[in-house]
Each structure stands twice: as structure tokens, then as C-alpha cells.
């Protein structure tokens, strides 16, 4: 009995989950950055320790989508029923991201965030290193993104990161182990040994994740402070308020569809969409996000393809955010846009979307690759980048319900969604919250 209590009293006295850590994290640093506002010392300090979080993400991302692509496609065996999981994948992102770009246009005309705004009252920020890389977009032609998808040297795409041309290497690479047969699964072991020794690192950079967050969120309150949500308030609120609707209302309605609950999702993923919430970056989540989905009832195998694709194919909030950001630009300046130039705007995004996907800042950019199609001002988004943070913060969060809802749709649509499983695994978070 005294044993029983002392494992009692030793499990009370456990450290708090990731979530609770990242929240306290979250809220230390506002409160570090507002202390702080101004101070040069203080954000040269806590630069490098958020620096140093996001890069040692992005040091296990690349070789998780590789090993997690190259599992699932030579794990699903048959070609045939590969390419109706990639062509189905392909359909489901396009009409998602589609009505996400939609439902954008649908609040900026109803909200006019950028009617009525002072822009002698605004402080603009330096947008010279993303109208580099607009340029450059610009530049290259529809055949010609279409051609970059396809790398000339793979080992240059894994250093520069290039997520769409390593994504084409690795459904390759995976189709042609699947194909040998008995001779590819020693490398289909390999890959799966990979696979799980990165989800293992990811574990270990993760207990340096509140720390992250602390420093990531302390830098941009120091450097910007409240203060500058005050005039472009109205674009944050339209921002926020459109993608609760979103996640609530359509992810919800297409949840249900699938015979689940976005509120139930949102429950399991609370503490990856803390962590991506306060770090910006879905790349942060992805493994764990993987994880939690398999538990969740959907195939490795599918988990393992949509997912990773969906983080260039996938992206709700950016799309939500991008529609909102042109309309915002163009309101700003008094140009007004009809419904066939908004249409026209809409079918640009659905192109300048996936162009950009894997570029840095990529949101930012469609946004000025789209301006620069349609004849808006550029240097209207140097008023909105010293919120930007604020805006990305959710459009992550957004990105990764959307990503996490799409496994379930597939894994539902290809009739292998494993409903005991998660029935299971929710009544054990249940169970675990109680005790």
C-alpha cells in the first residue's frame, strides 16, 4: 500500500506534458519581450536560442519526409492502388485549398481590412529579400515550375531543402523499391529503420521546445511590441476570424463526412498545434503529427504519403491568408477589383500557391508574385510585415488541422480507416487526463 502511494504521489509529481512547457514558454517570453521592448542585448541574446530551435527542426525534417515517402510507397506494393492514393491526395488538396482561397476573398470582401487605413500612420518593413525571390518567380514560367519539380541533382535539392523536388525523387525511389521486389526489402528495412531512429531525434528536440518558443516569442515582442497590431488590427482580426470559420465550419462539416470531428482532432493535436502555433513553422510538428494520425486510426502507409505532400500541397491557412493579404493591398490603395478580376485572382493563387511551396517565407512571397500578376503595389505588403509573425502563427496551426484531417479523409476514402483504433486512442487520453 505505502509503495502504491509513493507511485501515486511519484506520478502527481511528474514534470508537465510538451503543452503545458510550451505554454509556459509562450507566456514567459510575452512577458520577457514586453519587459524588454526595445532593448538590442536582450533580443541578440534570445535570437540565437530560437535559431537554433527552428534549425535543429529543419535538420530532422528532410530525411523524415524521405525515409517516410520511400516506406509508404514501396510499403503499398501495387503501382495501380499507389496511383489512385496519389491521384485521389492531389484531387482532395485542390478543392480544399481552392475553397480556403475562396472563403478568403469572401471575408476580405466582408470585412474591408484595409478600408479606411492611414498608411502615413503604418511602419514599413524592409521586403527587399522576398521581392528578390518574386522576381525570380516571375521570371520562371508555368512549364518552367512545372520542370523544377523534377531535380537535376538530388543531393543539391536535400541541402537547398527543395520539398517539392525531393518529394518527386522519393515516389520514385520508392516505386522502384517496391518494384524489385525481394531484392528492395533490405532498403525498404533500412528506410524503416531510419524512420524510426528520426522519430526518436524527434523526441529529443523536442524537450528543447519550450525554450524555443520562449525565445522565438520573446525576440518579436521585444522587436515589434503590441503596439504595432494597433492599426492594422482590423486585417488580424479578419485574419483570425476567417479561419476559426474555417477550421469550425468547413474542416468541420468535411470532418463529419468523414465520420469524425474536428473538435476531437483538435483535442488529440493540442499540443502540436501549440507548438505550431508558437513557433510558425509546421515543419516543427511533422513527425509527431505523423505519430498522432497513425493512432489515430490511419495506415502508416498513407499517413506517410499525405501528409509530407500536404506540406506543399495542403496549406489551408496560408491559402486563407493570401487571398485575405491581395484584397487587403488592393483596398488599402482604393483600387477596387471586380468579381472577374477576383475570380482571375483566385485562379492566380491556385497556381502562385504551389509555385512557391518549400520557398522561405513562402506565404509572403505568393503574396507578392500574386500582387505583381494582378498589377497591385508591391510595397503595400512592407505594412503588413512587421505583423506578419502574428498572422503566420495561426495559418500554421490551420495548415497542420487541415494536413491531419486530409490523412483521415484518405485513409476513409480508401476504406482502411481503423475506427476501433481511434475510438481506442481517444478513450486512453481520456483515461490518462483523469489519472
Known amino acids: 500500500m505505502n509503495q502504491e502511494r509513493k507511485n501515486e504521489r511519484g506520478f502527481n509529481m511528474k514534470k508537465f506534458g510538451l503543452g503545458t512547457q510550451i505554454f509556459i514558454g509562450l507566456a514567459l517570453g510575452i512577458l520577457a519581450g514586453a519587459v524588454f521592448y526595445g532593448n538590442e542585448t536582450a533580443m541578440a541574446v534570445l535570437q540565437p536560442i530560437g535559431d537554433i530551435f527552428i534549425r535543429l527542426i529543419k535538420m530532422i525534417v528532410i530525411p523524415i519526409v524521405v525515409a517516410a515517402l520511400v516506406v509508404s510507397i514501396a510499403g503499398v506494393g501495387d503501382i495501380k492502388k499507389l496511383g489512385q492514393l496519389g491521384g485521389k491526395t492531389i484531387l482532395y488538396f485542390e478543392i480544399v485549398t481552392t475553397i480556403a482561397i475562396a472563403v478568403g476573398l469572401l471575408a476580405a470582401n466582408i470585412f474591408q481590412p484595409g478600408t479606411g487605413i492611414e498608411m502615413s500612420s503604418l511602419e514599413k518593413s524592409d521586403i527587399s529579400k522576398y521581392e528578390a525571390t518574386t522576381k525570380t518567380a516571375e521570371s520562371a514560367g ?258 497542420v488541422v487541415g494536413n491531419a484531417l486530409a490523412a483521415i479523409v484518405m485513409s476513409k476514402w480508401e476504406g482502411q480507416y481503423d475506427k476501433e483504433q481511434a475510438d481506442r486512442y481517444t478513450a486512453s487520453l481520456k483515461q490518462s487526463k483523469v489519472a
Request: proline letters at 3%.
Open 142 to 399: 508555368f512549364v518552367d515550375k512545372i520542370v523544377h519539380i523534377v531535380p537535376s541533382n538530388i543531393v543539391q535539392s536535400l541541402a537547398e531543402g527543395d520539398l517539392l523536388a525531393i518529394i518527386f525523387f522519393s515516389v520514385l525511389f520508392g516505386i522502384g523499391v517496391a518494384t524489385i521486389g525481394e531484392k528492395g526489402k533490405p532498403i525498404l528495412k533500412f528506410f524503416d529503420g531510419v524512420l524510426e531512429a528520426m522519430f526518436w531525434m524527434t523526441n529529443l528536440v523536442m524537450k528543447f521546445a519550450p525554450f524555443g518558443v520562449f525565445a522565438l516569442i520573446g525576440v518579436n515582442v521585444a522587436k515589434f511590441g503590441v503596439a504595432s497590431l494597433i492599426p492594422l488590427g482590423k486585417l488580424v482580426i479578419a485574419v483570425y476570424v476567417t479561419m476559426f470559420f474555417f477550421v469550425f465550419v468547413v474542416l468541420g462539416i468535411i470532418a463529419k463526412m468523414a465520420g469524425t470531428s474536428v473538435l476531437v482532432l483538435i483535442k488529440v493535436l493540442k499540443d502540436e498545434l501549440l507548438l505550431a502555433f508558437t513557433t510558425a513553422s509546421s515543419e516543427s510538428v511533422l513527425p509527431r503529427l505523423m505519430d498522432k494520425m497513425e493512432k489515430l486510426g490511419c495506415p502508416k502507409a498513407i499517413t506517410s504519403f499525405v501528409i509530407p505532400t500536404g506540406y506543399t500541397f495542403n496549406l489551408d491557412g496560408s491559402s486563407i491568408y493570401q487571398a485575405i493579404a491581395s484584397l487587403f493591398i488592393a483596398q488599402m490603395y482604393g483600387i477596387h477589383l471586380s468579381i472577374p478580376e477576383q475570380i482571375t485572382l483566385l485562379l492566380v493563387l491556385m497556381l502562385t500557391s504551389k509555385g512557391m511551396a518549400g520557398v522561405s517565407g513562402a506565404s509572403f512571397v505568393v503574396v507578392l508574385t500574386t500582387l505583381g500578376s494582378m498589377g497591385l503595389p508591391l510595397e503595400g505588403m512592407a505594412f503588413i510585415a512587421g505583423i506578419d509573425r502574428i498572422l503566420d502563427m495561426l495559418r500554421t496551426a490551420v495548415n
